[in-house]
């Protein structure tokens, strides 16, 4: 039996499935893209062979990674770099693919302001939101993609009041933390109210190191904390990112890929569960790419969320694949 690397073209091709419903318009809000010699090989051109498999992507958004960052002058304006090279690779892609870009900026500086309109202005009017994550490893040596944010970040009061900057500009603030954060995430959420905020990835669950043997633990509680968090008006969920190396499922490593059943078995109860919560109009799915890439192909991921949706209403359908996306992001419908 042939044993190929994961994440070659030759692990790929051993799961191949027929695209479901490719006239689906979709809007994939979540994806990162770095330059040539960058921390990953995920550039537009890679984006866009994903994008055109087969799955009908209109629009995506660009979610900060870290790409490109400046070199040269004051710190804080580093991460304008990423929006300069995102934005640039949009305006040279005759499709205009990339349609938001979701930067980083530290939102606990007094001087926020001015880093929003170095973001704005570099952005040639793409800029939707900011990530400045809550994510705050316990275990950094077993997990593949640790965060490093400031222990209790969400209580301190200047990084609210970032928060809040955020919602009277108009933009949203996107976390990415891990689930036993989620109850930091909802003090947060309640704190400012007047905020959009985007849950990435479901609060991420993790499944390796400590966490590997408290899997149906972690999901008892999550369950509890999605629920408490869907309260919140001003929240909305990103449904996918669970196909990371951390969430512990293995594919990354495993002699093939998994189909998009074989997805659904392990995965559509987080998905069910979120939607039942928040609704369908204030869910949409993401792919995660190309961080999901090392587990499962594009066309896969997207064949896995329409199938967990074939018993949904048209109106509710897309809302998830395009609608809440579109709607949260102001992107052009």
């Given amino acids: 039996m042939n ?10 091709s051993q799961v191949h499935e027929e695209v ?30 994903d994008t055109t498999a087969g ?22 304006l580093a991460p304008v770099g990423e929006t300069e090279f995102v934005a640039g690779e949009s305006l040279r892609d005759p499709t205009h693919l990339i349609s938001g870009i979701v930067a980083h900026a ?69 976390s990415w933390h891990y689930h036993y954060q989620n109850s930091e995430f909802l003090e947060l959420a309640r704190a400012v109210p007047s905020t959009t905020m985007v849950l990435d990835h479901f609060g991420t669950p993790l499944g390796v190191g400590p966490y590997e043997s408290q899997r149906d633990e972690i999901f008892t509680q999550w369950k509890k ?16 990112g669970l196909a990371m190396p951390d969430n512990g499922f293995g594919w990354h490593t495993a002699e093939k890929p998994p189909t998009s059943d074989e997805f659904i078995a392990v995965q559509k109860k987080y998905f069910d569960h979120t939607i039942e919560c928040f609704g369908p109009e204030r869910c949409m799915f993401e792919s995660n790419f190309p961080i999901d890439r090392f587990s499962l192909s594009y066309t896969v991921v997207w064949n896995a969320f329409k199938k967990m949706t074939a018993s949904f209403t048209e109106t509710e359908k897309d809302a998830l694949f395009r609608g809440t996306a579109t709607r949260v992001y102001g992107l052009a419908s």
């Fill in 55 to 76: 799955h009908l992507i209109e629009k995506t958004v660009f979610i900060e990674c870290g790409a490109s960052y400046r070199n040269d002058g004051p710190a804080h």
């Fill in 20 to 49: 479901i419903d490719p006239s689906r318009r979709i809007v994939d809000p979540h994806h990162h893209l770095w330059p040539i010699g960058g921390s990953l090989p995920y550039g537009l051109d890679q984006l866009h062979g």
């Fill in 106 to 174: 530290d939102l606990s500086r007094d001087d926020l302001n001015d880093i929003l309109d170095a973001h704005t202005q570099a952005s040639h009017g793409l800029l939707r939101g900011i990530r400045d994550a809550l994510a705050r490893a316990d275990h950094p040596e077993v997990l593949a993609i640790p965060g490093r944010a400031t222990k209790d970040l969400y209580k301190d009061a200047n990084f609210r009041r970032g928060v809040a900057t955020l919602g009277t500009r108009g933009l949203t603030y996107d």
């Fill in 225 to 240: 904390d999605i629920a408490a968090i869907a309260q919140c008006s001003n929240v909305v969920a990103k449904l996918g």
């Fill in 3 to 12: 044993s190929y690397a994961p994440g070659t073209p030759e692990w790929f």
